[in-house]
């Protein structure tokens, strides 16, 4: 491959790495970027590979060892998924809430949201979920 193929692989990757649903995203965590306490601008909603996991900032963040997801989890969001489907966190955010009908995992059991834009778990809110039987 010459160098100039490369380029367009490489291109072609990042473009769909950017355009990739959360789903799909969590299949290639290892194609996003990592954190490299640079100073830089980190925007809202961007996508990294933290440790192996993905993670969105959950607003403008600075890349620095302060801001990282293990010192300030709060500025972060976990996208983690099994078999196409979120794994319920054990806090939602209004960037992770649930839709209508949404499906997730809260442990070894299948979920959909009976309400719209859910933050709350099975467990504090169990009126606003319901079993989903396979």
Do not use: H
Request: proline residues 4%; contains cysteine.
């Amino acid at each position: 491959m010459t160098r100039q193929e490369a380029k367009a692989v490489v291109a072609a990757l990042i473009a769909l790495r950017e355009n990739a649903s959360d789903a799909q995203a969590s299949r290639g965590v290892r194609l996003y970027p990592r954190l490299r306490c640079s100073g830089a601008l980190v925007k809202a909603g961007t996508r990294v590979n933290w440790n192996g996991q993905l993670k969105r900032a959950a607003v403008d963040l600075w890349d620095t060892g302060e801001n990282n997801p293990d010192r300030a989890p709060d500025l972060w969001e976990d996208i983690d998924y099994r078999e196409g489907l979120r794994i319920i966190p054990k806090t939602i955010t209004a960037g992770t809430a649930f839709a209508l009908d949404e499906c997730g995992w809260w442990g070894k059991v299948l979920y959909r949201s009976v309400i719209d834009a859910n933050v709350y778990t099975p467990e504090e809110y169990p009126a606003g979920w319901e079993a989903v039987t396979l």
